[in-house]
């Protein structure tokens, strides 16, 4: 079969973006370019070469016949037909103007300027391939940063367990939890201000991955000293009554200001509204308000139970049907593979996975 057209603007278009493709092709054409000068200069005059339409796949061609001295060898090598090798070869004498190859016995022998691109051709070809291959990454060894534009539920749920897993397997990597902006995270992956965004899952652009994490359902928190549910005769465990939840003073997590979530919506599908007196921006400040308030909050249940015995919270069941929150990964489609990014993202992938235990299954 005949390989795919090589040339200095396609090389590389499938797989990286339009600057580095330019960049590459650059260089591409100058290393061929300084290649066939050198060999012209030691062989002779030579029709020019038209390196804005010359197919350097053909190269790899001419690298294997060199190797191989048989179209039916450097066949095997490159995975193609004897005939396929043969019209390669007949396009290379065209575009270089030189026979390249003369019949001997059942073999073929390279031209004086055949010859004389063996070295330098074979060497440019193993510099490409070693430039067009995936970096290696050693964690171990790593500096790099890694930013994550995320809640506050994960400076509690997330960065103690990844400082301990950094310490021992990437010590000189550095991660960074910066806080959600409102309304312009995922634009904040685009301008290369975070390398992944921790949120709930959305309709994402095209230009983004993403990877489920865990669904995170809601609970209601009280003081254990709560007085208003004291009286009601509650015990932590309990289901609020729907009354009592709706006139009791809530706390709202929004870094937006807004006054309504997920638990608003919940409750207008049973034809209810609860009474918002405050919203804060960190999970940290409604917990701690509601621990010496006679508020209460809805929060993520892993939270709730991560933070109950020492802020001294009550945990209780709301009073309504409210769907778990699917937590995600999202990232900007450019790294996804990038090795270090790749490790980064399975590294907390790993962490928040644990925190799915008894919710649903997640999605594949």
């Not at 037909?81 to 070869?89: F, I, M, P, R, T």
């Not at 975070?194 to 995170?216: G, K, N, Q």
Request: some cysteine; glycine content about 6%; aromatic content about 8%.
């Amino acid at each position: 079969m005949t390989p795919e057209p090589f040339t200095s603007s396609n090389i590389v278009s499938s797989t990286i973006g339009a600057k580095e493709t330019k960049a590459l092709s650059l260089l591409l054409s100058v290393a061929v370019f300084d290649l066939f000068e050198k060999s012209f200069d030691r062989i002779g005059p030579i029709a020019e070469v038209n390196f804005g339409t010359f197919d350097l796949n053909l190269l790899r061609v001419l690298d294997a016949l060199l190797r191989e001295g048989s179209t039916v060898k450097a066949g095997e090598r490159l995975g193609m037909s004897q005939s396929a090798v043969s019209g390669a070869l007949a396009r290379l004498r065209h575009a270089l103007d030189d026979e390249l190859f003369v019949r001997h016995g059942q073999g073929l022998r390279p031209t004086d300027y055949a010859v004389s691109l063996s070295l330098p051709l074979h060497a440019e070809l193993t510099r490409l391939e070693a430039l067009l291959a995936p970096p290696a990454f050693d964690p171990a060894a790593s500096a790099s940063n890694f930013k994550m534009a995320a809640s506050d539920f994960f400076a509690e749920m997330l960065m103690p367990v990844l400082a301990r897993q950094l310490r021992s397997r990437a010590p000189h990597m550095c991660a960074q939890l910066v806080d959600v902006v409102p309304y312009s995270y995922i634009d904040s992956l685009e301008r290369y201000e975070a390398d992944m965004a921790l949120i709930p899952s959305a309709t994402f652009p095209d230009w983004t991955d993403c990877r489920p994490l865990f669904y995170s359902s809601f609970v209601a928190v009280a003081a254990r000293d709560n007085r208003v549910i004291a009286r009601s005769g509650l015990k932590p465990g309990a289901e609020l009554p729907m009354d009592l939840f709706c006139e009791m003073g809530h706390v709202l997590f929004s870094p937006e200001g807004k006054l309504q979530a997920m638990g608003d919506a919940a409750l207008a599908r049973v034809g209810r509204r609860r009474n918002v007196v405050m919203t804060l921006p960190v999970f940290s400040g409604v917990c701690r308000v509601i621990a010496e308030s006679e508020l209460i909050a809805l929060i993520p249940r892993q939270l709730a139970e991560h933070l109950a015995p020492s802020m001294g919270l009550g945990i209780y069941k709301p009073p309504m049907p409210m769907d778990p929150a699917l937590i995600v990964a999202v990232w900007h489609k450019r790294s996804t593979n990038n090795p270090a990014h790749r490790w980064m993202r399975d590294l907390v992938a790993d962490v928040m996975m644990a925190l799915n235990e008894g919710e649903q299954p997640l999605p594949v």
